[in-house]
């Protein structure tokens, strides 16, 4: 492997390369930084053979652009895309995105945003149930993020105009972008023709195959793609070589992250930033309350006065979301000749055999009635230091902060409460410092308060 031949001076300068490549999957001139892609295309010989051994992964490097092609072994909702101002996709949102790819496909150097709206608006009117209509506001919001999505990737740079101005009077406001089309080529290039599926589970790998370099592959990949790998959510086969060191080995080498073992599974541990999508424990609000609500729940957990009930759990993949995307292809689309016409998905698929061992787990369960009770104390307690939208927001600051660790994989919402991962338990030892002004002052120094502006440490 090139790996082995990289010179120890030269190794941090790898793995960094490594890492920016897993994290971001398209690299340009200008996204995720301007010094990405020279990073990447020194590497490149190197991490195409590297990505492709260890992970399966497909990696092409132009010029202008670096484009990573994964290998999905599950559906993943944890990471949506957000719009420059970090607003979440929704499928408005996404179908505007998807429909602006197809009309920049089209399009010469440059384009205006009123003409990419009018392509937009014409693809949409021949979806039933979908529409962009100039005279909605809430329509014009939605399209001005997709374009900042691809604007903040490269595809579409702004030559003279404001998106804002646009959308907020589309007869006042224009915008000229020039277009890079090998980034617009490159965004989109799935690993199938969409019109050759009747399910999204078409675009996931084969989990039937059963040769040891394949597995190998897909530990590989749980190990890079999610912030735990429970033991309890592989196969035997699986758990055997996640138990190997040469294995992890490997993935710590290459990505330059430590491997943390515990009895339930094993975790990457990020500290260099550039990998995660989410750093944690960091700064902000929902990042503090979810620290703080990790200490209650620990503490909750661990009374033996008061023990709390348990229930069963497994982790293994279901085929919700998978039902749900299914039930949104517009059947009207597909070239039924060429379209593979797969039997649906169980949820058990690729994990019949530890299903029983599986679902002899149990895990501690807390119910929204204590969450919410839980937050709304803690907002009592250190409120004064939160974000001045949470602040009367409990019920919107208690749904992210959940959603957050969820993400994180150290709880598992289930319908009447969640269920308290094993990961949780590394942060259960966190001290929390509250530094406030002195009131009495009119004016105070900062000096007399360290620099603190009334805001929590944890």
């Known amino acids: 492997m090139k790996r082995q031949r990289i010179n120890a001076l030269a190794l941090d300068s790898y793995q ?79 179908a505007y995105l998807s429909l602006a790819l197809a009309a920049l496909g089209r399009a010469g150097d440059q384009i205006t945003l009123s003409e990419l709206a009018e392509h937009v608006a014409d693809y949409a009117s021949r979806i039933e149930g979908l529409d962009l209509s100039t005279e909605r506001a809430a329509d014009r919001d939605a399209f001005v993020d997709a374009i900042g999505w691809l604007g903040a990737r490269g595809a579409l740079t702004l030559a003279d105009g404001d998106a804002g101005g646009w959308a907020s009077d589309p007869e006042a406001g224009e915008a000229l972008y020039d277009i890079d089309r090998p980034v617009v080529f490159a965004l989109f290039r799935p690993p199938r023709a969409l019109q050759h599926l009747h399910s999204v589970r ?89 620290l703080l609500l990790i200490g209650e729940i620990a503490d909750a957990v661990l009374d033996i006065d008061n023990p709390v009930p348990r229930r069963r759990g497994a982790l293994i993949p279901d085929d919700a979301l998978l039902g749900h995307l299914d039930a949104s292809i517009p059947t009207a689309g597909v070239f039924a000749p060429l379209a593979d016409d797969l039997e ?63 993400k994180l994989r150290l709880i598992r919402p289930v319908e009447d409460g969640l269920l308290i991962l094993p990961a949780l338990a590394r942060y259960r030892g966190a001290v929390v410092t509250v530094r406030v002004r002195k009131t009495e002052e009119l004016f105070v120094t900062a000096a007399d308060t360290d620099g603190s502006t009334g805001e929590a440490g944890v």
């Open 202 to 290: 078409g675009l996931l790998a084969d989990d039937t195959e059963q040769a040891q370099a394949d597995q190998a592959r897909r530990v590989r990949r749980a190990l890079v793609e999610r912030p735990v790998v429970y033991l309890e959510e592989l196969s035997s086969a699986e758990r055997a070589l996640l138990g190997q060191d040469r294995l992890v080995g490997e993935v710590e080498y290459c990505t330059g992250l430590r491997a943390e073992r515990r009895a339930e599974g094993v975790a990457l541990i990020d500290s260099s930033g550039r990998l995660s999508d989410a750093r944690f424990p960091g700064t902000g609000t929902l990042a503090q309350v979810a």
């Open 344 to 406: 649906p998905l169980s949820p058990a698929t690729g994990f019949i055999e530890d299903i029983e061992e599986s679902d002899s787990i149990t895990y501690p369960f807390l119910d929204h009635a204590w969450v919410r009770t839980t937050v709304t104390a803690l907002t009592d307690r250190y409120g004064a230091t939160f974000a001045a939208q949470w602040q009367a927001d409990v019920g919107g600051l208690t749904t992210e902060v959940l959603a957050l660790l969820g």
């Open 16 to 94: 960094r390369a490594t890492r920016v490549m897993l994290a971001n999957h398209l690299v340009t001139r200008v996204y995720p930084d301007r010094i990405a892609l020279p990073l990447i295309r020194r590497w490149a010989t190197e991490l195409r053979e590297d990505l492709a051994e260890l992970f399966g992964y497909r990696l092409e490097v132009t010029e202008t652009t670096a484009r990573l092609y994964p290998v999905h072994d599950r559906l993943d909702d944890t990471r949506p895309a957000r719009s420059v101002n970090d607003r979440i996709f929704d499928r408005r949102r996404y």
